[in-house]
């Protein structure tokens, strides 16, 4: 089961990674109507591949017990200067892209390593009851028993 903060995350990445799509299919329609085919044809398998991405991402969060949840996907640009100008914003918007899965990863490493810490704290503490009779793993189970999960904290809805 996915913790609900990634969950958001890999949510915010499909919506993403689908409006990436969209902005590929407007390149490849900005790039039709002035004639330019070829980077037409490129914008358009650039666009098949964003979907992909999409799927990948929306298949990892099922696939974990994770739920999805679908926003609006925004309105692209639908007009560049130039070919060189149309590029460069491709170019740009996949810097972006990477950034949002390098926070992912980020992110998913910070909760687990927390994991590590607490499974690891348990560890030190059984190791200084090595030669316990009875009384300290009594008193450690105590303190495992009394362990709740308690849900992160909703974030506030954007308006």
Known sequence: MLKEKINKAFNSQVNKEV????????????FDSINLKGFSNWMRVQAQEELFHANKFFS???ERGGKIELEGI???QTTWKSPLDAFEAAYKHELF???????I???SLNEQVEEEANADEIV???KLLVDDKGSGIFMMN???AARVYMP?????PAN
Do not use: G, R
């Open 60 to 62: 990892f969060v099922l």
């Open 74 to 76: 925004e309105k692209p």
């Open 19 to 30: 409006f990436s799509a969209y902005l590929y299919f407007s390149m490849c329609a900005y």
């Open 142 to 144: 105590n303190e495992l």
């Open 105 to 107: 990863v980020a992110l």
């Open 97 to 103: 892209i990477s950034a949002s899965i390098n926070d």
């Open 152 to 156: 992160p904290a909703a974030s506030a």
């Open 124 to 126: 030190q503490k059984l």
